[in-house]
């Protein structure tokens, strides 16, 4: 089975391809069909079997598809108004697992023109994450405490947000970071 009989458009497949990936892992074939028909998941797999492909690759067809989606309504909308904030949330429980987050998110968005993805995370200088969550944003990866300074301060605005992802959510619960879940959580639309 390849990546286009999951049904990836041709820019995503065209990504995995050039990654060098040819055939899905076991967890990317159970995860990524129904993901991309919007059922809500929860995965527990092996470390390097191809979890983070696996929820990465349908939010980023999930962004494709609304983005044709917002292009093709602008003619009809008469206030012209810029979407900010993310319309995909990834939580992790690291500012390692982010930065990886990140970096498959930019590998397998390669070729989505426009795509704009920022990382949240603490460790890093306020200014370019302040920069980063202004204006329209695709994918938002973040760890909860430096999410929830940007929420407290009104920089973070998820109210468009459309999928939220919570990356090794056993390990953030065991880190104690169960409050701070609830509370982004509750930011989030319905």
Do not use: C, W
Not at 72 to 97: F, I, Y
Not at 155 to 182: P, S, T
């Amino acid at each position: 089975m390849s990546f286009e009989s999951l049904g990836l458009p041709a820019a995503l497949a065209r990504a995995v391809a050039d990654s060098g990936y040819t055939q899905p892992t076991d967890v990317q074939l159970r995860a990524i069909p129904p993901a991309m028909a919007g059922s809500d998941l929860r995965v527990s797999s092996s470390t390097g079997s191809g979890k983070t492909a696996a929820f990465v690759l349908p939010a980023l067809n999930r962004g494709l598809a609304a983005r044709a989606a917002a292009q093709a309504d602008v003619s009809k909308r008469r206030d012209n108004k810029t979407v900010h904030g993310p319309r995909v949330l990834v939580l992790t429980p690291t500012r390692e697992l982010a930065m990886q987050v990140a970096k498959a998110t930019d590998s397998y968005g390669r070729h989505i023109p426009g795509l704009r993805v920022a990382t949240i995370v603490g460790g890093v200088p306020y200014h370019a994450q302040l920069k980063a969550l202004r204006g329209p944003l695709d994918v938002l990866i973040a760890t909860p405490g430096r999410l929830m300074d940007h929420m407290a301060n009104g920089k973070a605005v998820l109210a468009n947000v459309e999928l939220f992802v919570l990356d090794e959510a056993d390990r953030m619960l065991d880190m104690g970071f169960i409050d701070d879940i609830k509370l982004v959580a509750q930011a989030l639309p319905a």
